[in-house]
């Protein structure tokens, strides 16, 4: 695929998960407690090949998208900046014995469920961490920061793998 090809689909990811998380997502709740980040998927489906410099630049960009749809003051920036950050630590941690391949992604299909759901929920709880404290401004009410994050987590968690499932696509025979 050529450099303006990979342009084009990063733009067209980028606006469907800003305006899927702006315009749907971001109107639904888990029992006032918990909320659903899709737009993360942006982040964490991207190439594994990705540049360290492009992704903190890209986590930036859904993140202030986000904080002027929902006027939070950087939050969403901040958390998804260190995201982006934690990614390839993340992805060093989980790599296999063999390396990653030039043509592999973050898929369920292809990396397997154990390897997917440790990625998810590692990078996801970090996020929700630092969003929801943030978001306090303090550590006064832990309980009230836990479970948000906890219920936010499932829910964020569950969409991701959702999307996944229905739009990556399934791993094919290796020659």
Same mark, same amino acid.
């Given at each position: 695929m050529s450099m303006l090809g990979v342009v084009l689909r990063q733009l067209l990811r980028f606006g469907l998960y800003a305006g899927?998380?702006?315009? $749907? $997502?971001?109107?639904?709740?888990?029992?006032?407690?918990? %909320?659903?980040f899709l737009y993360l998927g942006y982040i964490l489906f991207l190439p594994l090949r990705t540049p360290i410099a492009l992704q903190l630049l890209l986590g930036f960009a859904i993140g202030l998208a986000m904080d002027i749809s929902y006027d939070t003051g950087g939050l969403h920036a901040a958390a998804a900046v260190l995201l982006?950050?934690?990614?390839? %630590?993340?992805?060093?941690?989980?790599?296999?014995?063999?390396?990653?391949?030039?043509?592999?992604?973050v898929n369920v299909h292809q990396m397997? %469920?154990? %390897?997917?759901?440790?990625?998810?929920?590692?990078?996801?709880?970090l996020h929700h961490l630092v969003y929801f404290f943030l978001e306090l401004?303090?550590?006064r009410h832990p309980l009230l920061a836990l479970g948000r994050v906890g219920v936010s987590i499932l829910f964020t968690s569950t969409a991701l793998l959702i999307v996944q499932l229905l739009f990556f696509p399934v791993r094919r025979g290796r020659s």
């Amino acid at each position: 695929m050529s450099m303006l090809g990979v342009v084009l689909r990063q733009l067209l990811r980028f606006g469907l998960y800003a305006g899927v998380q702006v315009l $749907i $997502i971001g109107q639904l709740s888990l029992f006032g407690l918990g %909320w659903c980040f899709l737009y993360l998927g942006y982040i964490l489906f991207l190439p594994l090949r990705t540049p360290i410099a492009l992704q903190l630049l890209l986590g930036f960009a859904i993140g202030l998208a986000m904080d002027i749809s929902y006027d939070t003051g950087g939050l969403h920036a901040a958390a998804a900046v260190l995201l982006a950050y934690l990614r390839p %630590w993340v992805l060093r941690l989980l790599t296999p014995r063999d390396g990653y391949d030039a043509q592999d992604t973050v898929n369920v299909h292809q990396m397997g %469920w154990q %390897w997917f759901m440790v990625y998810l929920l590692l990078l996801v709880s970090l996020h929700h961490l630092v969003y929801f404290f943030l978001e306090l401004g303090s550590f006064r009410h832990p309980l009230l920061a836990l479970g948000r994050v906890g219920v936010s987590i499932l829910f964020t968690s569950t969409a991701l793998l959702i999307v996944q499932l229905l739009f990556f696509p399934v791993r094919r025979g290796r020659s």
